[in-house]
């Protein structure tokens, strides 16, 4: 595993699961076929705002896909299930 940065696309790493060699799931194309593989997990948030954000990588910390929260909790709670292929074990950044 590449170690995680301490910001990824300019956002302040909080939080961070990595899979490990079962991805946590894919991203799929309209037609069905594999876009991106997910092997890490990351609650981010930038300076001088309220939102935070799970950015979802491969295994180098590239985002593929992200989304926006109102707090860690709802983030957490909502993790598509297309990211549950396998348990996500949350690492405090420090």
């Known amino acids: 595993m590449k170690a995680i940065p301490n910001k990824i696309d300019g956002a302040n790493v909080l939080e961070w699961a990595y899979s490990g ?14 876009a991106e593989t997910i092997f890490g997990l990351v609650i981010c948030q930038y300076d001088n705002s309220k939102t935070v954000y799970r950015f979802s990588c491969d295994k180098n910390w590239e985002t593929k896909q992200d989304s926006d ?23 405090i950044k420090n």
């Open 21 to 34: 060699d079962l991805p946590f799931g894919v991203i799929k194309y309209e037609d069905g076929e594999i």
């Open 69 to 91: 929260y109102s707090s860690i909790k709802e983030l957490k709670n909502n993790i598509p299930i297309q990211y549950q292929n396998v348990p996500i074990i949350w690492n």
